[in-house]
């Protein structure tokens, strides 16, 4: 009975540290599962992260190319308004030297009018005395 109890014993001590190791093993096994699932999620996290920066990179560029084009166009605006009023300033010029020599051209005729009629008076003043 006592070799049986001993057997017995010795049994239930070899299956206690076996399932121990086995539960040692699962628990490790277990740790390790967890290590790897939280490095995938961590790897994961890093990938969106990158994605995200990417992609608000990829937007800061297409504003700053935005508001590029907007500059140029405003600018080629501003440069079309110039030259129209460039236009209309040498218009107006044309305009104003043609007024001016018409005016002075008048003046002449006027003044070889006026000397003509005083010659003429003159002529008949001499004829009358």
């Known amino acids: 009975a006592e070799l049986l109890d001993e057997v ?15 539960e040692q093993k699962a628990h490790a096994s277990a740790q390790r599962a967890l290590a790897k699932r939280r490095e995938e999620e961590r790897r994961e996290r890093e990938a969106a992260l990158e994605r995200e920066r990417k992609e608000a990179e990829r937007k800061m560029r297409r504003e700053v190319r935005r508001q590029e084009a907007e500059r140029w166009a405003a600018q080629i605006l501003q440069l079309a308004v110039l030259e129209e009023l460039a236009d209309l300033c040498e218009e107006t ?4 030297r043609h007024v001016e020599y018409e005016r002075r051209r008048r003046f002449a005729e006027e003044q070889q009018l006026y000397r003509q009629q ?12």
Not at 8 to 22: D, F, M
Not at 118 to 129: F, P, S
């Open 118 to 129: 005083q010659q003429q008076q003159q002529h008949h003043h001499h004829q009358q005395q």
């Open 93 to 96: 010029l044309g305009g104003m």
């Open 8 to 22: 017995v014993s010795g049994l239930v001590g070899k299956l206690a540290v076996r399932s121990l190791q086995q």
